[in-house]
């Protein structure tokens, strides 16, 4: 698979995620079948998920900062409290 083809599925699978998460609004039900699958996963997809959660928050800081109301303010609040206070997540 080519870099541009890798750029290529993420964004699509970003794009499925994000549908999902519309779709499931304030049911527990997809992040509890989330929570469960990722428990049983190999333990370095495990790590690199919540690496993956903590550069979400890394880079989702700057592209909202400055544009929030008051849909997303504790949204971009707990991404600067992650940011702020994650440690670093090595890849093993």
């Known amino acids: ?5 890798i750029e290529i599925k993420n964004r699509e699978t970003a794009e499925e995620i994000m549908k999902l998460i519309n779709f499931m609004t304030n049911d527990d039900n997809l992040a509890k079948a989330f929570a469960e699958k990722l428990a049983g996963e190999h333990r370095t997809i495990q790590q690199n998920f919540w690496r993956m959660i903590l550069y979400t928050a890394h880079r989702y800081i700057p592209l909202v900062e400055g544009r929030t109301d008051l849909r997303n303010e ?4 707990l991404a600067k409290l992650i940011d702020d206070k994650s440690p670093h997540l090595p890849f093993v």
């Open 74 to 77: 504790a949204s971009l609040a």
């Open 1 to 5: 698979m080519t870099f541009q083809e």
